[in-house]
């Protein structure tokens, strides 16, 4: 589990058909083998360790539903480590389970800040909601509006300049895990619609 607050940008040093070798530092402290390190927003399972690199073995499926495969050699990435029990959250509860890839399709100055909007498929898209919450590439954001097969984002100076939100451009992919609840409320309506759950007790 993560809170989508952005710890660190790290580098792509090696890139194989089977795993991503990252450089950082921050991550590193206190890191075991086993740990988990969210990497722009995939939860994936540190295997080797130096000190200043971590590797991380990435399977099929998270190259394709990911934009991981779009890194090579010196791509930026975000990286933030599990949440500690005791740690305070500052954005929202993020997996680490990208949901699938938006594509960026417009970036307008506002002031201070970027209106960035957003494709994506109209699967994904059901689970969006004004004012909601979103994490893209691992960054916990709140939606300013939602449609069919598109969202915007205000994203602050602060944002572009901590992750990698700052260096997209039109055309990019960014991976997206939508708010969980969203899930749950979908499954349990279609169970109930279908009498396939019973009624909590009390109901």
């Known amino acids: 589990?993560?809170?989508?607050?952005?710890?660190?940008?790290?580098?792509?040093?090696?890139?194989?058909?089977?795993?991503?070798?990252?450089?950082?530092?921050?991550?590193?402290?206190?890191?075991?083998?086993?740990?988990?390190?969210?990497?722009?927003?995939?939860?994936?399972?540190?295997?080797?360790?130096?000190?200043?690199?971590?590797?991380?073995?990435?399977?099929?499926?998270?190259?394709?539903?990911?934009?991981?495969?779009?890194?090579?050699?010196?791509?930026?990435?975000?990286?933030?480590?599990?949440?500690?029990?005791?740690?305070?959250?500052?954005?929202?509860?993020?997996?680490?389970?990208?949901?699938?890839?938006?594509?960026?399709?417009?970036?307008?100055?506002?002031?201070?800040?970027?209106?960035?909007?957003?494709?994506v498929a109209p699967a994904i898209s059901r689970y969006i909601v004004n004012k909601g919450f979103i994490a893209l590439d691992g960054v916990s954001l709140t939606v300013v509006e939602a449609g069919a097969d598109w969202f915007t984002i205000a994203l602050i100076p602060h944002t572009r300049e901590v992750t990698t939100l700052g260096v997209r451009r039109e055309g990019d992919r960014v991976n997206v895990e939508v708010d969980i609840l969203g899930k749950y409320v979908e499954r349990f309506v279609e169970a109930r619609v279908a009498g396939g759950m019973p009624a909590a007790a009390g109901a």
Do not use: Y
């Open 1 to 119: 589990m993560f809170s989508g607050i952005v710890e660190e940008l790290g580098t792509v040093v090696e890139r194989s058909a089977d795993a991503l070798v990252v450089g950082a530092r921050t991550v590193l402290e206190g890191v075991r083998i086993g740990d988990s390190i969210a990497v722009n927003g995939a939860c994936l399972t540190v295997v080797a360790f130096g000190s200043e690199w971590f590797r991380v073995e990435v399977v099929p499926e998270t190259w394709w539903r990911t934009n991981l495969g779009d890194t090579s050699r010196g791509s930026l990435v975000n990286l933030e480590r599990s949440l500690a029990a005791n740690g305070r959250i500052g954005g929202h509860f993020v997996q680490g389970h990208v949901d699938g890839t938006a594509t960026v399709e417009a970036l307008v100055p506002v002031g201070n800040e970027v209106l960035a909007r957003f494709r």
